[in-house]
């Protein structure tokens, strides 16, 4: 299955149906519900053969039919689909199961605290599941009998199977399996790396079933395939898990916990190996569950053409209430959105992402590492803004088609990487190594980067003097550091100077209302340094820019990467806010150009409300040779535009909201 793309317009119809509700699928009609998805022009959905309350929607031997349900309705929904070429997966859930926590309250997950279930008594919170242990054979057992049910009665296209998400489980199966292996039950690391481990081993156990019955069956489990880890702890990296899965659909509800940068984030990671991607969002206005409300208009346009941009198809979450009627005005909206999509089609499909830099993820598999994430979330900022294309890498993936290798804040290296990465630098390969990255017993584990480590600073700010010929333009002041970072010293060219404060605040010895001011004299030590393998920056640039955005830090990359990166694939004198993604299809180019406000317009999230326009301003791109013809994709306009040492230069006169660009290489 692997290599296949995935349809681009689908529907995942949440149906999550309390036993308490009355008059189940009452309003359902047949006509109304297929005409609903062909006018919105869907090509793809999940169907619930059975919810979080435990109920299944079609007459099943294996548990208990939804009570106030009297038909046939997941089977009802499948064949329409069938009938109409739209692909339909059933959905199933693990460890979410109401009726089964009732029936079985002994395979509910147990903590190191006691808490059976992860559900404390009279929690009533959003997303208060009780939880049920994956590792349980018996349970196991059952999921394996429920899927072959399904597949005998109504043969899905696949299976897309909720919640494989371990909970620190201790319970007698997880702590027996975990001695086994050479885990301690009561060390809570131990206990997280058994998490991703026995997660891997449900996925690889179901898929392995599931194949059983039928090789064509796609398989999606809903377990954070998408994991930013460096791999070298491979049984619990989700490199591993990704293994048994056909496709990836990314999860990431922007007004809920995932927030913007969830996304792209997950896609840079996963846009260069060969499995098809989707992204899902919600109609919702925060995320699942949120009855009687409708996405902005602008937030649902700009995630699903975002998603597109990334090379991924779009899934569009959706619950159906209870009588089985779906909403005319949500499915006006999506069909909008799907039906532009549609018309894209012909020019998106097949293509593949350009991109000239590697970030090494600084997280080690098992791990939550929350200053790891705030990294990898500064990289995402610093290189999207600055209209870099970019791909996280872990250890196993290459690094020749790289220019350059960012080692953001907090990578550490074994042996065989470092080995590595020294030989990528002899072939050419650059470097880009901040804060702690790559130190190790007081020097850095690469000898092209010649650097003595003293330790952390002892100080929690310092400053950072810049030199104003190489860093002409910024203003001359020297700049707060957030986080002090490392004390270093090494050989090479100093592009910036350390300034320490007067002293370190304390409860008793401070100045005014913050950071104690810089000292009229710089030190000896570099906080910027050019090395033979590239520029180190001896403080977590990455973290604290996501943390502060203060854009100077943002000023000193741009310059640096100038520096390491000679021919970037974009140069542009787009805003910050403009995204771009450049990606490469049969004789031809396609750059997508996104204008759209993110705004935290409420307290507790991001949306999108605007769009943001543009007016005369330049793209140059990488193309190497002289296209034949540049075209705006919507409306088929072509579009003027200069060649010049490799780069082809558009001219945007004026731009709102998503725009495509085919730069055809061929008459
Ligand atoms: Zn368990």
């Given at each position: 299955m692997n290599n296949k793309e995935l349809p681009y317009r689908q529907i995942h119809l949440d149906f999550h149906t309390?036993?308490?509700?009355?008059?189940?699928?009452?309003?359902?009609n047949g006509d109304e519900f297929i005409d609903t998805l062909k006018n919105a022009h869907v090509s793809s959905i999940n169907l619930f053969a059975k919810c979080h309350h435990g109920m299944y929607y079609y007459p099943t031997k294996i548990g208990r039919m939804h009570p106030n349900l009297s038909f046939d309705l997941f089977g009802e929904q499948m064949r329409l689909c069938k009938e109409n070429n739209i692909r339909a997966l059933a959905y199933t859930c693990v460890s979410w199961n109401e009726d089964v926590a009732d029936r079985h309250p002994e395979w509910l997950t147990l903590d190191a605290e006691g808490v059976r279930g992860v559900k404390k008594p009279f929690e009533s919170s959003f997303y208060s599941w009780r939880h049920i242990c994956h590792n349980n054979r018996d349970y196991q057992k059952i999921l394996k009998e429920e899927i072959k049910e399904i597949y005998d009665l109504y043969k899905p296209d696949g299976f897309w199977i909720d919640i494989v998400q371990g909970k620190r489980c201790i319970c007698k199966t997880c702590s027996k399996d975990m001695i086994s292996i050479g885990l301690d039950p009561h060390e809570p690391k131990d206990v997280l790396r058994f998490d991703r481990i026995s997660e891997t081993a449900f996925c690889r156990t179901m898929y392995e079933y599931i194949r059983s019955l039928d090789n064509d069956l796609e398989i999606f489990f809903n377990s954070n395939p998408y994991r930013l880890d460096d791999a070298e702890d491979e049984e619990a990296s989700s490199a591993e898990k990704r293994k048994y899965y056909d496709f990836i659909d990314i999860e990431s509800l922007p007004s809920d916990q995932w927030g913007y940068t969830h996304f792209p984030v997950a896609v840079n990671y996963l846009n260069k190996y060969d499995k098809a991607l989707c992204m899902m969002n919600g109609k919702f206005h925060t995320a699942w569950g949120d009855f009687g409300s409708i996405r902005n208009k602008n937030a649902l346009e700009y995630e699903c053409f975002r998603a597109i941009a990334n090379g991924s198809a779009v899934c569009i979450g959706d619950q159906l209430h209870p009588c089985g009627k779906p909403d005319k005005a949500v499915y006006e909206r999506i069909g909008g959105i799907f039906s532009q999509i549609e018309s894209l089609e012909p020019w998106i499909k097949g293509s593949e992402k350009m991109s000239g830099i590697a970030v090494m993820i600084p997280k080690k598999a098992g791990e939550e590492d929350e200053e790891a994430q705030k990294s990898i979330e500064g990289v995402y900022r610093i290189l999207s803004e600055l209209h870099l294309m970019f791909d996280f890498v872990n250890i196993q993936d290459p690094l020749e088609k790289y220019k350059l290798l960012i080692l953001p804040d907090r990578v550490t290296l074994n042996c065989a990487t470092a080995e590595k990465i020294e030989e990528y630098v002899s072939l050419g390969g650059r470097l880009l190594m901040t804060g702690s990255s790559c130190l190790k017993d007081g020097r850095s584990q690469l000898s092209c980067m010649d650097i003595i480590h003293h330790g952390k600073s002892e100080f929690s700010h310092r400053y950072l003097r810049l030199d104003k010929d190489y860093f002409s333009g910024i203003p001359e002041i020297d700049h707060v550091l957030y986080e002090a970072g490392e004390k270093t010293e090494g050989k090479g060219d100093v592009l910036a100077r350390i300034v320490e404060p007067y002293f370190q605040r304390t409860y008793d010895r401070f100045c005014s209302h913050r950071q104690t001011p810089p000292r009229r004299e710089e030190s000896d030590e570099a906080g910027i340094l050019r090395c033979k393998g590239g520029i180190y920056l001896s403080f977590p640039v990455f973290a604290i820019y996501s943390e502060y955005g203060y854009t100077i830090y943002r000023d000193i990359l741009e310059r640096c990467l100038k520096e390491l990166v000679e021919k970037p694939l974009i140069k542009t004198d787009l805003p910050a806010l403009t995204e771009l993604t450049l990606r490469k299809g049969p004789d031809r180019y396609l750059l997508h150009m996104l204008n759209y406000v993110k705004e935290r317009k409420a307290k507790v999230m991001d949306t999108v409300e605007e769009k943001y326009t543009v007016c005369d301003r330049t793209v140059r791109i990488y193309t190497e040779d002289r296209p034949a013809r540049v075209v705006r994709v919507q409306g088929q306009k072509e579009t003027g535009f200069d060649f010049e040492e490799g780069y082809t230069r558009i001219h945007i006169e004026r731009e709102e909201g998503y725009t495509l660009y085919n730069i055809e290489m061929k008459s």
């Amino acid at each position: 299955m692997n290599n296949k793309e995935l349809p681009y317009r689908q529907i995942h119809l949440d149906f999550h149906t309390s036993p308490y509700i009355e008059g189940v699928g009452e309003s359902f009609n047949g006509d109304e519900f297929i005409d609903t998805l062909k006018n919105a022009h869907v090509s793809s959905i999940n169907l619930f053969a059975k919810c979080h309350h435990g109920m299944y929607y079609y007459p099943t031997k294996i548990g208990r039919m939804h009570p106030n349900l009297s038909f046939d309705l997941f089977g009802e929904q499948m064949r329409l689909c069938k009938e109409n070429n739209i692909r339909a997966l059933a959905y199933t859930c693990v460890s979410w199961n109401e009726d089964v926590a009732d029936r079985h309250p002994e395979w509910l997950t147990l903590d190191a605290e006691g808490v059976r279930g992860v559900k404390k008594p009279f929690e009533s919170s959003f997303y208060s599941w009780r939880h049920i242990c994956h590792n349980n054979r018996d349970y196991q057992k059952i999921l394996k009998e429920e899927i072959k049910e399904i597949y005998d009665l109504y043969k899905p296209d696949g299976f897309w199977i909720d919640i494989v998400q371990g909970k620190r489980c201790i319970c007698k199966t997880c702590s027996k399996d975990m001695i086994s292996i050479g885990l301690d039950p009561h060390e809570p690391k131990d206990v997280l790396r058994f998490d991703r481990i026995s997660e891997t081993a449900f996925c690889r156990t179901m898929y392995e079933y599931i194949r059983s019955l039928d090789n064509d069956l796609e398989i999606f489990f809903n377990s954070n395939p998408y994991r930013l880890d460096d791999a070298e702890d491979e049984e619990a990296s989700s490199a591993e898990k990704r293994k048994y899965y056909d496709f990836i659909d990314i999860e990431s509800l922007p007004s809920d916990q995932w927030g913007y940068t969830h996304f792209p984030v997950a896609v840079n990671y996963l846009n260069k190996y060969d499995k098809a991607l989707c992204m899902m969002n919600g109609k919702f206005h925060t995320a699942w569950g949120d009855f009687g409300s409708i996405r902005n208009k602008n937030a649902l346009e700009y995630e699903c053409f975002r998603a597109i941009a990334n090379g991924s198809a779009v899934c569009i979450g959706d619950q159906l209430h209870p009588c089985g009627k779906p909403d005319k005005a949500v499915y006006e909206r999506i069909g909008g959105i799907f039906s532009q999509i549609e018309s894209l089609e012909p020019w998106i499909k097949g293509s593949e992402k350009m991109s000239g830099i590697a970030v090494m993820i600084p997280k080690k598999a098992g791990e939550e590492d929350e200053e790891a994430q705030k990294s990898i979330e500064g990289v995402y900022r610093i290189l999207s803004e600055l209209h870099l294309m970019f791909d996280f890498v872990n250890i196993q993936d290459p690094l020749e088609k790289y220019k350059l290798l960012i080692l953001p804040d907090r990578v550490t290296l074994n042996c065989a990487t470092a080995e590595k990465i020294e030989e990528y630098v002899s072939l050419g390969g650059r470097l880009l190594m901040t804060g702690s990255s790559c130190l190790k017993d007081g020097r850095s584990q690469l000898s092209c980067m010649d650097i003595i480590h003293h330790g952390k600073s002892e100080f929690s700010h310092r400053y950072l003097r810049l030199d104003k010929d190489y860093f002409s333009g910024i203003p001359e002041i020297d700049h707060v550091l957030y986080e002090a970072g490392e004390k270093t010293e090494g050989k090479g060219d100093v592009l910036a100077r350390i300034v320490e404060p007067y002293f370190q605040r304390t409860y008793d010895r401070f100045c005014s209302h913050r950071q104690t001011p810089p000292r009229r004299e710089e030190s000896d030590e570099a906080g910027i340094l050019r090395c033979k393998g590239g520029i180190y920056l001896s403080f977590p640039v990455f973290a604290i820019y996501s943390e502060y955005g203060y854009t100077i830090y943002r000023d000193i990359l741009e310059r640096c990467l100038k520096e390491l990166v000679e021919k970037p694939l974009i140069k542009t004198d787009l805003p910050a806010l403009t995204e771009l993604t450049l990606r490469k299809g049969p004789d031809r180019y396609l750059l997508h150009m996104l204008n759209y406000v993110k705004e935290r317009k409420a307290k507790v999230m991001d949306t999108v409300e605007e769009k943001y326009t543009v007016c005369d301003r330049t793209v140059r791109i990488y193309t190497e040779d002289r296209p034949a013809r540049v075209v705006r994709v919507q409306g088929q306009k072509e579009t003027g535009f200069d060649f010049e040492e490799g780069y082809t230069r558009i001219h945007i006169e004026r731009e709102e909201g998503y725009t495509l660009y085919n730069i055809e290489m061929k008459s």
